[in-house]
């Protein structure tokens, strides 16, 4: 029988590795869902900016700072509305550092890429002729249900969050309400300053404005048990 050497510190299983494996590999299918989410939410976008009936809430506030400031002439309203985001990031890292995550960073520079691809899907998938207000409507009640859907997966992924959903969330979290009606504040709050700047306010932004909240406190629950679902089959396929 082998003597034990009592000079030779005994060998333990690694549990660091282990568990840091565990932690990346929770992070992945959480970017996962998160992309996912912003995939769906950004679908959500382009039927909406089909819809030609308004912009949405948080764009009407880049288009009035892009419009009432003196930008030099290599500014986009692209270039105005990532400059918001990082703004909204740098406040949020002063007084509420733990909400922005690898996914702040991944929202703020995929959405538009995402929104360009799905513009081209869609103009290829729908015949050219579809311009009535009636089919105008419906692309923009659908666009603000799936904007919603997509948002509270992104929300639920817990990978972070889109600087402007950021908002919401840090308000509903910090105040203790439910982020419906503080999403539908919030989008109020960005369309009325917008068009004090002199943003461009249609139908499309009040029904935005008013539908997008309610429908993302209805599916939050259903993203949460979808996010929740995910991550408990990773956990089963590692174990």
């Known amino acids: 029988m082998t003597r034990k050497d009592p000079t030779r510190p005994e060998r333990v299983p690694d549990g660091g590795n282990a568990m840091k494996q565990k932690n990346w590999a929770a992070l992945a299918v959480r970017i996962v869902l998160l ?13 909406f900016l089909r819809s030609d009936l308004g ?9 009035g700072l892009y419009r009432v400031l003196p930008w030099p002439g290599w500014m986009t309203h692209g270039r105005v509305h990532l400059l918001v985001c990082l703004l909204i990031v740098l406040v949020l ?8 995550r ?5 929202c703020m520079a995929l959405g538009g890429p995402i929104i360009d691809v799905w513009n081209a899907v869609l103009a290829a998938a729908l015949p050219p002729d579809m311009t009535g207000i009636g089919w105008r ?5 659908l666009g603000c249900i799936i904007l919603a859907f997509g948002m509270t997966l992104v929300i ?3 990978a972070g969050t889109g600087p402007n959903d950021l908002v919401a969330v840090v308000l509903s979290d910090r105040t203790r309400k439910p982020f419906g009606p503080v999403r539908v ?10 068009w ?30 979808i996010c929740d679902a995910c991550l408990r089959g990773a956990k089963g396929l590692r174990t």
């Open 35 to 47: 992309l996912a989410g912003l995939t769906i939410a950004h679908l959500g976008v382009a039927l």
């Open 55 to 63: 912009s949405d809430p948080f764009n009407v506030l880049v288009q």
């Open 93 to 100: 890292l002063g007084i509420a550092r733990s909400y922005v």
């Open 102 to 106: 690898v996914g702040t960073l991944l």
């Open 137 to 141: 409507v419906l692309e923009l009640v």
């Open 156 to 158: 639920c992924s817990e």
């Open 185 to 194: 504040a919030v989008d109020a709050g960005f369309a009325a300053l917008g």
């Open 196 to 225: 004090v700047l002199g943003g461009v306010v249609g139908v499309g932004t009040l029904v935005c404005a008013g539908l997008v909240g309610p429908c993302a406190q209805v599916c939050m629950p259903v993203s949460r048990r």
